[in-house]
């Protein structure tokens, strides 16, 4: 038993009649210029260590 019927020359000759070519997603529809910026208590060597240890971590994993 089949899942179904269709006609094969359906298949063969799609119709293409009814698609529009306006209905594409546009790639630049969500686009964002701006800024990120973050306040951090922890001073540059300390985030410069957490980044060490973070590499290092990485690296024993491979």
């Known amino acids: 038993m089949g899942f179904?019927?269709?006609d094969e020359s359906e298949q063969e000759n799609p119709d293409?009649?009814?698609?529009?070519?306006?209905?594409?997603?546009?790639?630049?529809e969500h686009t964002h210029?701006?800024?990120?910026?973050f306040e951090s208590d922890a001073?540059?060597?300390e985030l410069l260590d957490?980044?060490?240890?973070?590499?290092?971590?990485?690296?024993d994993d491979d």
């Open 43 to 45: 001073s540059q060597d």
């Open 4 to 6: 179904g019927s269709y």
């Open 33 to 37: 210029e701006g800024e990120v910026s």
């Open 16 to 28: 293409t009649d009814d698609i529009d070519d306006n209905d594409g997603v546009s790639v630049h």
């Open 50 to 59: 957490k980044l060490g240890e973070i590499k290092e971590n990485e690296d």
